[in-house]
Antibody, heavy 120, light 110 residues
Framework: QVQLQESGPGLVKPPETLSLTCTVSGGSISNYDWSWIRQPPGKGLAWIAY???????KYNPSLKSRATISVDTSKNHFSLTLNSVTAADTAMYYC??????????????WGQGTMVTVSA | QSALTQPASVSGSPGQSITISCTGT?????????VSWYQQYSGKAPKLIIYEVNKRPSGVSNRFSGSKSGNTASLTISGLQAEDEADYYCCSYAGSITWVFGGGTKLTVL
C-alpha cells in the first residue's frame, strides 16, 4: 500500500527557507492529490498546502504567500518550501494523501512526520 | 479561516459512550458534508477514522460514528475502551480547496 516519508533539515535559522520532501512509495504520485499539514508542539493540526495530480495548487491564506508546494513525478515525491521562517513555524510537518473517491476531501494516508525547529 | 471549536477534553469510563462536538460557521462547513475525524495517539501521526460526516474507512471499528447538524459535527465513541484514549481532531472541507481543523479534544478513559 501507499506509504509516505518526509525528509528535511530538523533545524532552520530565521529568516531562512524551510524545505521538506515527501517520498511516495507503493504507488504513483500522479494518481492522487497531496497536502502538507503541520502541528506545533502541544497544539492542534493546521492545513498548509495542497497540490492536485494535475499540478494545481492551493495554500492556507494565513501563510501569506510564504509557502510553495510542488511535485516531481520523475522522483515520485512532492515538496514544501516555506520562506522567511520564524519561531512560529516550529512544528511537526506531515505529508498526507488527499483521498480520492472515497474518501472525498479527507486525508487518508499520513507520513510519520518530521519535526522542524526554527531557531538561531 | 478560524479553527473549528472542540472541547479541550472529555472523559468516560470503559463501556460508556462519549460524544465530541465540533462547531464552526456556515462558511467553515459550507453546504458540504465533508467533515472528517482523526485519532492521534501521543507521538504518532493522526489516523483517519471518519470521513464524509459518517463514513468509516475499512478497518475502523464500528464503535466510532459521526453525525452533523447545522454547523455542529459530532463524533461518538460507544463501548469506550482503554485503547480509545487519544486526541481527536475534526476537519472540514471549507470550499475552494481549503480545509480547517478543530483545536483537538483529549479523550481520557477513566
Amino acid at each position: 500500500q501507499v506509504q509516505l516519508q518526509e525528509s528535511g533539515p530538523g533545524l532552520v535559522k530565521p529568516p531562512e527557507t524551510l524545505s521538506l520532501t515527501c517520498t511516495v512509495s507503493g504507488g504513483s504520485i500522479s494518481n492522487y492529490d497531496w497536502s502538507w499539514i503541520r502541528q506545533p508542539p502541544g497544539k492542534g493540526l493546521a492545513w498548509i498546502a495542497y497540490i492536485s495530480h494535475s499540478g494545481s495548487t492551493k495554500y492556507n491564506p494565513s501563510l501569506k504567500s510564504r509557502a510553495t508546494i510542488s511535485v516531481d513525478t520523475s522522483k515520485n515525491h512532492f515538496s514544501l518550501t516555506l520562506n522567511s521562517v520564524t519561531a512560529a513555524d516550529t512544528a511537526m510537518y506531515y505529508c498526507v494523501r488527499v483521498g480520492g473517491s472515497p474518501p472525498v476531501h479527507a486525508f487518508d494516508i499520513w507520513g510519520q512526520g518530521t519535526m522542524v525547529t526554527v531557531s538561531a | 479561516q478560524s479553527a473549528l471549536t472542540q472541547p479541550a477534553s472529555v472523559s468516560g469510563s470503559p463501556g460508556q459512550s462519549i460524544t465530541i462536538s465540533c462547531t464552526g460557521t456556515s462558511s467553515d462547513f459550507g453546504s458540504y458534508n465533508l467533515v472528517s475525524w482523526y485519532q492521534q495517539y501521543s507521538g504518532k501521526a493522526p489516523k483517519l477514522i471518519i470521513y464524509e460526516v459518517n463514513k468509516r474507512p475499512s478497518g475502523v471499528s464500528n464503535r466510532f460514528s459521526g453525525s452533523k447538524s447545522g454547523n455542529t459535527a459530532s463524533l461518538t465513541i460507544s463501548g469506550l475502551q482503554a485503547e480509545d484514549e487519544a486526541d481527536y481532531y475534526c476537519c472540514s472541507y471549507a470550499g475552494s480547496i481549503t480545509w480547517v481543523f478543530g483545536g483537538g479534544t483529549k479523550l481520557t478513559v477513566l
